[in-house]
């Protein structure tokens, strides 16, 4: 099978989207020719075009040239790269993560005749000024109409299938709820002596992680006389401001460590008393999926999508307040048995997303997609 996966961002460049296409594409190579399309932001060093050979496939990523405006990857030669690409593919599957990347694969595929589905991370939410002025009406005269007329389309989760439907006015029937996965190897080996007093945040610096919510709870636990340090890795725009509020509630034991190497986010997981997920919404996040693998508790605010996935390997939080954020908090650091459950119940619901099964599901819908 010929496969053409767009993309917005692939890695080097960090985020949870860019490892789900990253597995997913590597997984399907083993029997399929693969190509990625996508861009070059946050790949300095990379080759513009690199390919890996497998036994019964191969894998072809390709990094355009690219801007970004208003955190949209804008690919200016991506339409002409899908018009021209050849063989003709048997199916275009679009990662709907950024702006304008399903319109355009919508053409390319109403063009040359190619059946298209419609892969959605996240419920497309404005993170600039630029964006609560202009994204309401692309979503409702560009990204609906093409979401609609996908072939298929892939939601993580029930609850996101859910709001998809209520959305976007997408037919249920052309949904298809497929996860993300977790490789096994985020395990991270053999279990190491935890701290007793370290929370760990993992993630993009944006509006939607949230994380002053969390750095609120922390000075709302100082002032009760509960010393803890927190780890915040990641990278972001929010990250100045962030800074910011740190040094304005004075705390000190909150470090900003940035950007990690995956070994070094797998010893962050093994040593962390819990990881801390403060979003205002999500899809289907990898970290609590890397977190639950690796045994680490989790305290998270009670968004449907969390509590679907996390069942109880997580300690969710129904009021956004600080001050019940801090409870949960405190909960997890003093409440040895509440930790231990906690633990225990982790890797046996990251068991069910492996990237084996997720991908052989994939592949059979783009069989249903072809008939």
């Known amino acids: 099978m010929e496969i053409v996966q767009v993309v917005?961002?692939?890695?080097?460049?960090?985020?949870g989207q860019e490892v789900v296409v990253?597995?997913?594409?590597?997984?399907?190579?083993e029997s399929h020719q693969v190509t990625v399309y996508t861009s070059n932001l946050g790949a300095a060093g990379m080759p513009a075009e690199e390919r890996h050979d497998t036994a019964a496939?191969?894998?072809?990523?390709?990094r355009q040239r690219s801007a970004l405006i208003a955190n949209v990857p804008v690919m200016p030669g991506l339409l002409g790269r899908l018009l021209r690409h050849r063989p003709k593919p048997d199916v275009l599957h679009v990662h709907?993560?950024?702006a304008m990347l399903l319109e355009i694969a919508r053409v390319a595929a109403r063009l040359r005749g190619i059946?298209?589905?419609?892969?959605q991370h996240l419920v497309l939410r404005p993170s600039t000024p630029l964006g609560r002025v202009f994204m309401p009406a692309?979503?409702?005269l560009l990204y609906a109409r093409s979401l609609?007329?996908?072939?298929?389309?892939?939601?993580?989760?029930?609850?996101?299938?859910?709001?998809?439907?209520?959305?976007?006015?997408?037919?249920?029937a052309r949904i298809a709820v497929i996860p993300n996965g977790v490789d096994p190897a985020r395990a991270c080996g053999e279990p190491v002596e935890r701290r007793p007093d370290e929370l760990l945040f993992i993630g993009r610096l944006t509006s939607q992680k949230n994380v002053g919510l969390l750095l609120a709870a922390v000075g709302v636990l100082r002032d009760r006389g509960r010393a803890v340090r927190v780890r915040i890795v990641g990278d972001g725009e929010d990250r100045t401001r962030l800074e910011a509020y740190t040094r304005q509630l004075h705390l000190p034991a909150v470090v900003f460590e940035g950007r990690m190497d995956a070994d070094a986010v797998c010893r962050a997981y093994r040593r962390a008393t819990a990881l801390v997920m403060p979003s205002t919404h999500e899809g289907m996040p990898l970290v609590l999926l890397e977190a639950m693998a690796s045994g680490t508790p989790v305290v998270a605010t009670a968004l449907r999508e969390i509590r679907e996935v996390g069942g109880d390997a997580v300690l969710t939080v129904a009021d956004s307040g600080p001050a019940a954020f801090a409870d949960a908090l405190a909960a997890v650091l003093d409440d040895t048995a509440l930790r231990q459950r906690l633990a225990e119940a982790g890797p046996v619901r990251?068991?069910?997303f492996g990237w084996p099964a997720i991908a052989r599901t994939v592949d059979a819908l783009y069989r249903e997609v072809l008939g």
């Open 138 to 140: 692309y979503q409702r």
């Open 96 to 98: 709907t993560g950024q």
């Open 350 to 352: 990251a068991a069910a």
């Open 8 to 15: 917005g961002l692939y890695p080097p460049h960090l985020g």
């Open 148 to 172: 609609r007329r996908a072939h298929r389309v892939i939601c993580l989760t029930t609850a996101m299938r859910d709001a998809t439907v209520h959305t976007y006015g997408v037919d249920p």
């Open 57 to 62: 496939g191969g894998l072809r990523v390709v």
């Open 22 to 29: 990253e597995q997913l594409a590597a997984r399907q190579a």
């Open 115 to 119: 059946r298209y589905v419609a892969h």
